[in-house]
């Protein structure tokens, strides 16, 4: 079996994007096509061996089943069944994991390699495929995971083989310089030719002739931007959405930007992030499998040694940031027994702003980026209301200094929990090939194209601004790499890039109240329109409903009524005085004229909330929307009724509905707007329905008040049944959507 083979199966399996017939012969028929993402590794694993082996028959002798190799004594039949052969692949793969199980998570990949090429050929021991072979056949090509350190003392780089057991095996200098991950001390899967020496008067026998990671060696970055052109920006999106492995179906526009901005360490130098949510969501997924540039370690088992500078004697041994784009603290929350060294806090306060450390004789600088997930412990409401944003990660990083160098703190709370729908059944790009765009993006610096579109307000700090340029910049080279964008998605960034940056200074003003002194104020001259625009946090509006009342008078009128509606009064007692405790008279609500905006994925609204006042004193209600059709259309239409019986009284309300015809839907919508109208009847409420040709979509009242809504009813974004989102509107996530609400002045 050639080397070409072996290589090709290794970046097969471990591309998340790829996609195989995947059949459980007891649990699925043949015919069902399955994403290989949506199994766990091991099953992965069987596919990848199953698809790439092929079934043997009795010309492959001595191998039978999905490549078994017959031991003495084994009476396998060549013509075995396929559920045969399967189950003795199962048993195979799990005797050589029980082989490896002292490498961890490392120990399914050798498993896999070693039922495609022995498993002695990957470790060297045990007798098996000794040392020796090497010596009499005078050279031989291995797999293994290679460490490269200096000798001083020898003016040389020397090699050690994790599996066969070889330490200080010299290595040419080209070798490393071309590969310097090789000397951060984690190691690295290469292709290795090992030659033997013979001779009396030689002092080291081993020799290095050809090294060879296992990951793509170069790039055309300009094909990569080049092909750009041939995508939508909506296509462009989901295409990066299936090559992190995910289902762009499953997500809304704004969660494939969550999503997406993950990657962000990964295309910019010196990115500081932090993403906090629920377990289950994948927020570490993109550091551990999509790129060899990045490392994923535990968080509580980093140190200043580890992570900035080993010092040995005289010796100072460059960590981590010195030789990967990103490193990732996984788990990055507060667990009991477990302290945080203050010299590495520091450390990493300066390096965060600096790109430096001071460590030993010297300064260093390095351009990893860093960043920091973990698990929340309580929802965003409570944490918003009870303590801060950042309550779940070590208290001993739950300071001003430190957290104000964050860059970005993306929501992971707004990603839903990964289920079997969730993972790719699409194209996307393997792995190794991203990896090496983004690590080529990194050299390029797009924070300027910023001043074109936005100018921030001056009381926003430099790290302010800077955040904000580096997510913008990040952003344009994963959405549109070739630098096209209309207007309107460049402004999109820009809201995005903000808002990530005023999630961690809001926190801010809750931990440390220094920064209120100076408070930033998050907003931004649009200089395509001239227009100012503020920027919230989705948490922060999905609490509030956010009004802008479009006349000043208005806004007067409200505050001279809201004062008139709390004049408390005086209650008598029973002996004929007054209590003390004056009562206030229930606040009556005025009805103004005003523009309404919502985000997509915001929470907190209703129809209730939106329509109930300006719906109580009407006698009839008109509801223009030419999409009442659907089953879930219908239903929005309903709960409209609902929530008017809810608010008000209903007796004798006429509620007329004016909808768009479709001429092969009409009898079945006649039927089941016959139906609502005997419901509505039982109620006290009049319905009719009109079918007519328009577009416009908005709700009307007797009482001269028209309110215009751009989604018509369908504001909400799909919800499954079984949740309480299913009951409870204000608990939906919604649509982006605009809502008018204008009177008529004779009414």
């Given at each position: 079996m050639?080397?070409?083979k072996i290589i090709l199966f290794l970046l097969i399996s471990l591309s998340l994007v790829a996609n195989v017939q995947a059949r459980m012969p007891t649990e699925r028929p043949a015919s069902t096509p399955a994403s290989i993402f949506e199994l766990p590794p091991f099953e992965r694993a069987v596919c990848c061996i199953r698809f790439y082996e092929g079934m043997h028959r009795a010309k492959d002798y001595p191998y039978v089943g999905y490549g078994?190799?017959?031991?003495?004594?084994?009476?396998y039949s060549a013509n075995m069944s396929a559920y045969e052969a399967e189950q003795l692949l199962r048993k195979d793969l799990k005797e050589l994991c029980a082989m490896f199980r002292s490498y961890g998570q490392d120990s399914l990949l050798l498993a896999a390699l070693s039922y495609n090429i022995g498993p002695y050929k990957v470790t060297g021991y045990k007798g098996k495929y000794p040392k020796s072979s090497i010596r009499e056949n005078g050279r031989h090509r291995i797999i293994d995971k290679v460490t490269v350190v200096l000798n001083e003392k020898n003016d040389e780089y020397q090699a050690?083989?994790?599996?066969?057991?070889?330490?200080?095996?010299?290595?040419?200098?080209?070798?490393?310089?071309?590969?310097?991950?090789?000397?951060?001390?984690?190691?690295v899967w290469c292709i290795v030719t090992i030659g033997y020496i013979s001779g009396e008067s030689v002092k080291v026998r081993w020799e290095i002739q050809t090294l060879k990671p296992i990951q793509i060696s170069n790039i055309d970055l300009q094909e990569y931007i080049d092909q750009r052109k041939n995508f939508t920006t909506e296509e462009w999106i989901d295409f990066l959405m299936h090559t992190v492995g995910l289902n762009p179906e499953a997500m809304n526009r704004r969660e494939k930007f969550i999503t997406l901005a993950r990657l962000l360490p990964h295309v910019e130098n010196n990115f500081n992030f932090m993403e906090l949510g629920p377990k289950g969501t994948g927020k570490s997924h993109v550091f551990q499998e999509l790129s060899p540039y990045g490392v994923l370690v535990s968080g509580g088992d980093v140190t200043s040694a580890r992570l900035f500078v080993k010092i040995q004697g005289n010796k100072e041994i460059l960590g981590l940031v010195g030789y990967w784009d990103v490193v990732a603290w996984d788990e990055f929350e507060q667990q009991k027994g477990r302290n945080v060294d203050a010299v590495l806090i520091d450390t990493m306060q300066n390096y965060l702003a600096n790109k430096s450390f001071n460590r030993g004789k010297g300064t260093h600088e390095a351009s990893a980026s860093m960043s920091f997930v973990g698990n929340t412990k309580h929802t965003v409401p409570y944490m918003l209301k009870n303590s801060h944003l950042f309550e779940s990660i070590p208290t001993s990083f739950?300071?001003?200094?430190?957290?104000?160098?964050?860059?970005?703190?993306?929501?992971?709370?707004?990603?839903?929990?990964?289920?079997?729908?969730?993972?790719?059944?699409?194209?996307?790009?393997?792995?190794?090939?991203?990896?090496?765009?983004?690590?080529?993006m990194r050299n390029d610096d797009r924070t300027a194209v910023l001043n074109d579109y936005a100018k921030f307000d001056g009381s926003l700090s430099?790290?302010?601004?800077?955040?904000?340029?580096?997510?913008?910049s990040g952003m344009m080279k994963l959405i549109y790499p070739d630098g096209k964008m209309t207007d309107q998605e460049a402004y999109e960034l820009v809201d995005f890039a903000a808002e990530g940056r005023k999630r961690v200074k809001d926190q801010l003003y809750v931990i440390d109240e220094t920064f209120m002194a100076e408070p930033a104020k998050f907003k931004y001259i649009n200089l395509k329109t001239g227009f100012e625009v503020s920027i919230e946090t989705l948490e922060q509006v999905s609490n509030?409903?956010?009004?802008?009342?479009?006349?000043?008078?208005?806004?007067?009128?409200?505050?001279?009524?809201?004062?008139?509606?709390e004049?408390?009064?005086?209650?008598?007692?029973?002996?004929?005085?007054?209590?003390?405790?004056?009562?206030?008279?229930?606040?009556?609500?005025?009805?103004?004229?005003?523009?309404?905006?919502?985000?997509?994925?915001?929470?907190?609204v209703s129809y209730e909330k939106l329509f109930a006042p300006y719906m109580r004193e009407a006698k009839e209600i008109t509801v223009e929307d030419p999409y009442i059709r659907a089953s879930w259309?219908?239903?929005?239409?309903?709960?409209?009724?609902?929530?008017?019986?809810?608010t008000r009284p209903v007796d004798d309300l006429k509620l007329n509905l004016f909808t768009n015809e479709e001429e092969d839907k009409i009898p079945d919508l006649i039927d089941k707007l016959d139906d609502i109208k005997d419901d509505l009847a039982s109620y006290g409420i009049e319905f009719t329905y009109k079918f007519r040709d328009f577009h416009d979509r908005c709700i009307k009242t007797d009482t001269g008040w028209t309110i215009t809504l751009g989604r018509g009813l369908d504001m909400f974004e799909k919800y499954s049944p079984y949740s309480i989102a299913s009951s409870k509107q204000d608990m939906r996530k919604c649509k982006e959507f605009t809502a008018t609400f204008m009177k008529t002045k004779n009414a």
């Open positions: 050639t080397f070409r078994h190799k017959l031991r003495p004594g084994e009476r050690t083989f994790a599996n066969l057991g070889l330490t200080g095996v010299p290595i040419g200098t080209d070798y490393v310089r071309k590969n310097p991950k090789l000397l951060s001390g984690n190691g739950i300071k001003g200094a430190f957290l104000d160098r964050i860059h970005l703190y993306n929501p992971g709370w707004e990603i839903k929990m990964l289920k079997k729908n969730s993972f790719s059944k699409g194209y996307g790009l393997i792995t190794d090939y991203i990896a090496a765009v983004l690590h080529e430099e790290r302010d601004h800077l955040a904000i340029r580096k997510t913008f509030q409903i956010v009004e802008h009342t479009t006349t000043e008078d208005n806004t007067e009128e409200a505050e001279t009524s809201t004062e008139n509606n004049t408390s009064t005086v209650v008598a007692n029973a002996e004929g005085g007054s209590n003390q405790h004056p009562v206030k008279r229930p606040r009556i609500p005025i009805l103004q004229e005003k523009s309404m905006s919502f985000r997509m994925g915001q929470t907190g259309q219908i239903k929005n239409f309903m709960e409209f009724a609902l929530m008017l019986i809810n």
